[in-house]
């Protein structure tokens, strides 16, 4: 069964990244990638409803207009059981705090180490998380 | 002689000394008023009243000599009872007791110089009288009486002027001493006021010169200070006047002015390399996005690289045999290049991560810490990582570690990190003389590390015996990106987050002592409570 992954952030070539790094889950039917240039974005999407299934939210830092940590808090208020991972260039110990506070429920420094991302997004898709 | 007297003391000697001079001219002019009165009194009273009363004794003693004449007259033409003969006994009586009175004075006012002509007149006043009277008693009058009266008259008048001279002469000089006297003061005087305006001039200029002369000396010494010739010496410290108390403030402003500087310095060395440090950061945080694409894509299309090569597999095989060997030396180049651009990328990967530490600062946690414990384990690290590069690395360590250095608040991991560089940085010089081949087959390459309590900080030396640090390099070796190494041996990072490390975030100093072909040492000092900490964290056991 097919499930949704949610990539925010503001650089265009995440877009190719991603689709290349996932491109054998892609063809398997396992992921269906989903991307959004901004929080603004990311909530519209969620107010559309993505389909199939939304397990996982990738959110960037450092973006301008509405950044990684507010967009977090929004997705807390509007959808309370949804996972979200907070990935940036900035990897300090504030940063962490502030995203573990808010409710991310991990942070991932770039360059993005994908085969620890697939590691647990297996883990999710055998068992759903827990907020 | 003035030099030892403070100025205090000094302003006070000339009008002194002038007032003590008219102190004396005074006293002297008092004395010879004094005297003058004295001699005055002394004439008044003595030779000059003597010679009055004299002159009027003459007079009396002449009315008497005149009424005898006219009594012996009288006698030989009247009786002895006739009136008028009578009355003029009772008045010759009545004269020589005025005459009696006169000589008394006299007398008692004449001084012992004219004692000899006193006796004479009293004895022949005594003659005379004896004469007058067997007279005026009724003794018979004869013209040889009349003679001999006379004749004693004669001798007491000639006495009497003689006495009168006499006296005159004496009060006479009394006055020409008393003139000479007053001369001669006067003489005293005016001499005594040249003195007095003569010295004053000198004086005055003597001790004005003395009071004025170090301060301009002073003057001048200040001036060159303030011009910024901070190694001038100070005269004049030693003495114990005002002067000598300036000097030596002076001197303490000097020192201070000149540690003000060298902090200054220090400060403006400090913050450019802060600024420095910012912006190495800030162009890390830059690079780092499209640097992690290039990685990225580099690695993925190494994959895909592999992933095509196994699709094409038998249509590369069909290729006739020339055909095959140019794809598959093509497909072989391509991969080589994605492996060049991955690793160069690491390779930069490994830069900007270096350059991010950078932006550390004030971020990692404070604790207290024992900076020989850091020590020995940024050694054990640093030893084991260059063994591993070189199975033949070896360096001997000498430990001067003070065991009551106490605990001091820092943030361990990046102490770490200072002396994980500073003893790479040894390792390599020392590598560097062994290669060089100078130092020859005894060269024994040894770290020396010392640390030392310094009460309200703390010091740590790192001493190699290595190649040594030429000083144009000691001036630039704390800037980010600057280094001596080969590229790719060296970031030219690591003394510069070490200074950051230190100055920075703790507050501390780092300096260089170096000497080329012998030694180097780096001397970190830290204080042991950092003004920028906030609460220390007490930790016992492992960091948290």
């Given at each position: 069964?097919?499930?949704?992954?949610?990539?925010?952030?503001?650089?265009?070539?995440?877009?190719?990244?991603?689709?290349?790094?996932?491109?054998?889950?892609?063809?398997?039917?396992?992921?269906?990638?989903?991307?959004?240039?901004?929080?603004?974005?990311?909530?519209?999407?969620?107010?559309?409803?993505?389909?199939?299934?939304?397990?996982?939210?990738?959110?960037?830092?450092?973006?301008?207009?509405?950044?990684?940590?507010?967009?977090?808090?929004?997705?807390?208020?509007?959808?309370?059981?949804?996972?979200?991972?907070?990935?940036?260039?900035?990897?300090?110990?504030?940063?962490?705090?502030?995203?573990?506070?808010?409710?991310?429920?991990?942070?991932?420094?770039?360059?993005?180490?994908?085969?620890?991302?697939?590691?647990?997004?297996?883990?999710?898709?055998?068992?759903?998380?827990?907020? | 002689?003035?030099?030892?007297?403070?100025?205090?003391?000094?302003?006070?000697?000339?009008?002194?000394?002038?007032?003590?001079?008219?102190?004396?001219?005074?006293?002297?002019?008092e004395l010879a008023v004094w005297r003058q009165q004295a001699a005055f009194l002394h004439v008044v009273g003595g030779p000059l009243t003597t010679s009055?009363?004299?002159?009027?004794?003459?007079?009396?003693?002449?009315?008497?000599?005149?009424?005898?004449?006219?009594?012996?007259?009288?006698?030989?033409?009247?009786?002895?009872?006739?009136?008028?003969?009578?009355?003029?006994?009772?008045?010759?009586?009545?004269?020589?007791?005025?005459?009696?009175?006169?000589?008394?004075?006299?007398?008692?006012?004449?001084?012992?110089?004219?004692?000899?002509?006193?006796?004479?007149?009293?004895?022949?006043?005594?003659?005379?009288?004896?004469?007058?009277?067997?007279?005026?008693?009724?003794?018979?009058?004869?013209?040889?009486?009349?003679?001999?009266?006379?004749?004693?008259?004669?001798?007491?008048?000639?006495?009497?002027?003689?006495?009168?001279?006499?006296?005159?002469?004496?009060?006479?000089?009394?006055?020409?001493?008393?003139?000479?006297?007053?001369?001669?003061?006067?003489?005293?005087?005016?001499?005594?006021?040249?003195?007095?305006?003569?010295?004053?001039?000198?004086?005055?200029?003597?001790?004005?010169?003395?009071?004025?002369?170090?301060?301009?000396?002073?003057?001048?010494?200040?001036?060159?200070?303030?011009?910024?010739?901070?190694?001038?010496?100070?005269?004049?410290?030693?003495?114990?006047?005002?002067?000598?108390?300036?000097?030596?403030?002076?001197?303490?402003?000097?020192?201070?002015?000149?540690?003000?500087?060298?902090?200054?310095?220090?400060?403006?060395?400090?913050?450019?390399?802060?600024?420095?440090?910012?912006?190495?950061?800030?162009?890390?945080?830059?690079?780092?996005?499209?640097?992690?694409?290039?990685?990225?894509?580099?690695?993925?299309?190494?994959?895909?690289?592999?992933?095509?090569?196994?699709?094409?597999?038998?249509?590369?095989?069909?290729?006739?045999?020339?055909?095959?060997?140019?794809?598959?030396?093509?497909?072989?180049?391509?991969?080589?290049?994605?492996?060049?651009?991955?690793?160069?990328?690491?390779?930069?990967?490994?830069?900007?991560?270096?350059?991010?530490?950078?932006?550390?600062?004030?971020?990692?946690?404070?604790?207290?810490?024992?900076?020989?414990?850091?020590?020995?384990?940024?050694?054990?690290?640093?030893?084991?990582?260059?063994?591993?590069?070189?199975?033949?690395?070896?360096?001997?360590?000498?430990?001067?570690?003070?065991?009551?250095?106490?605990?001091?608040?820092?943030?361990?991991?990046?102490?770490?990190?200072?002396?994980?560089?500073?003893?790479?940085?040894?390792?390599?010089?020392?590598?560097?003389?062994?290669?060089?081949?100078?130092?020859?087959?005894?060269?024994?390459?040894?770290?020396?590390?010392?640390?030392?309590?310094?009460?309200?900080?703390?010091?740590?030396?790192?001493?190699?015996?290595?190649?040594?640090?030429?000083?144009?390099?000691?001036?630039?070796?704390?800037?980010?990106?600057?280094?001596?190494?080969?590229?790719?041996?060296?970031?030219?990072?690591?003394?510069?987050?070490?200074?950051?490390?230190?100055?920075?975030?703790?507050?501390?100093?780092?300096?260089?002592?170096?000497?080329?072909?012998?030694?180097?040492?780096?001397?970190?000092?830290?204080?042991?409570?950092?003004?920028?900490?906030?609460?220390?964290?007490?930790?016992?056991?492992?960091?948290?």
């Open positions: 069964m097919t499930v949704s992954i949610l990539v925010v952030d503001d650089e265009p070539d995440v877009v190719e990244l991603f689709r290349q790094r996932f491109r054998g889950e892609a063809r398997r039917g396992d992921y269906a990638l989903h991307f959004a240039e901004s929080g603004e974005r990311a909530l519209e999407l969620l107010g559309k409803g993505i389909r199939p299934e939304l397990i996982l939210i990738l959110s960037d830092i450092n973006m301008p207009g509405m950044d990684g940590l507010q967009l977090l808090h929004e997705i807390r208020q509007g959808w309370p059981h949804l996972a979200v991972m907070m990935v940036t260039a900035y990897d300090d110990d504030e940063r962490r705090r502030s995203a573990a506070e808010a409710g991310a429920i991990d942070f991932l420094s770039k360059p993005v180490d994908f085969d620890y991302l697939k590691q647990r997004l297996r883990a999710f898709t055998s068992s759903p998380p827990l907020p | 002689m003035l030099g030892r007297l403070p100025i205090g003391v000094k302003v006070f000697i000339a009008p002194a000394v002038i007032i003590v001079l008219m102190l004396c001219v005074m006293l002297v002019s009055t009363a004299t002159t009027r004794l003459l007079l009396a003693v002449g009315e008497v000599q005149s009424e005898m004449l006219r009594y012996a007259q009288l006698r030989q033409r009247l009786s002895a009872e006739d009136r008028i003969v009578s009355d003029l006994r009772l008045s010759v009586i009545s004269k020589y007791q005025y005459v009696d009175t006169l000589f008394e004075k006299v007398r008692s006012t004449s001084g012992p110089d004219v004692s000899d002509a006193i006796s004479n007149i009293s004895d022949f006043l005594t003659i005379h009288r004896a004469v007058s009277l067997k007279i005026v008693d009724g003794a018979p009058v004869s013209s040889m009486t009349i003679s001999t009266l006379m004749a004693h008259y004669q001798q007491l008048q000639s006495y009497i002027v003689e006495l009168a001279t006499r006296s005159l002469e004496s009060a006479q000089a009394i006055e020409d001493d008393s003139a000479k006297t007053i001369e001669n003061f006067s003489n005293y005087l005016r001499g005594g006021s040249i003195v007095i305006i003569v010295v004053s001039i000198l004086l005055t200029y003597y001790v004005g010169r003395a009071i004025s002369q170090p301060i301009t000396n002073m003057i001048s010494i200040v001036s060159s200070i303030a011009a910024g010739n901070l190694s001038t010496s100070v005269p004049g410290m030693q003495r114990r006047d005002e002067i000598g108390a300036m000097a030596r403030a002076v001197d303490v402003l000097q020192e201070a002015y000149r540690e003000l500087r060298v902090t200054q310095a220090n400060l403006i060395h400090a913050e450019k390399m802060a600024s420095l440090g910012q912006l190495t950061a800030g162009i890390a945080h830059e690079i780092k996005n499209p640097l992690n694409f290039v990685n990225n894509f580099a690695g993925l299309s190494a994959e895909l690289l592999t992933e095509l090569s196994e699709a094409l597999k038998p249509g590369i095989d069909g290729l006739k045999a020339e055909e095959r060997t140019e794809v598959e030396a093509l497909l072989a180049t391509l991969n080589n290049n994605l492996s060049k651009i991955a690793e160069h990328g690491r390779r930069a990967d490994g830069i900007v991560k270096s350059m991010l530490l950078h932006s550390r600062g004030g971020g990692g946690e404070r604790q207290s810490a024992n900076i020989n414990s850091l020590i020995e384990e940024a050694f054990n690290l640093a030893y084991h990582g260059a063994r591993a590069q070189d199975k033949e690395f070896n360096i001997a360590i000498e430990r001067e570690l003070d065991p009551n250095l106490g605990p001091i608040e820092l943030v361990p991991q990046d102490i770490t990190r200072v002396f994980l560089n500073l003893f790479g940085n040894a390792f390599y010089a020392t590598k560097k003389r062994q290669q060089d081949g100078k130092a020859g087959v005894n060269y024994r390459p040894v770290v020396r590390v010392t640390t030392r309590d310094l009460g309200y900080q703390v010091e740590a030396r790192v001493r190699d015996n290595g190649v040594g640090v030429p000083p144009d390099v000691q001036a630039k070796m704390f800037t980010p990106f600057f280094t001596t190494k080969p590229t790719g041996e060296g970031t030219g990072l690591g003394l510069s987050i070490s200074y950051e490390i230190i100055v920075q975030q703790h507050g501390g100093t780092m300096t260089i002592d170096s000497r080329l072909g012998e030694f180097t040492e780096l001397i970190v000092q830290l204080p042991r409570r950092s003004a920028r900490a906030g609460k220390p964290r007490m930790v016992t056991g492992a960091t948290a």
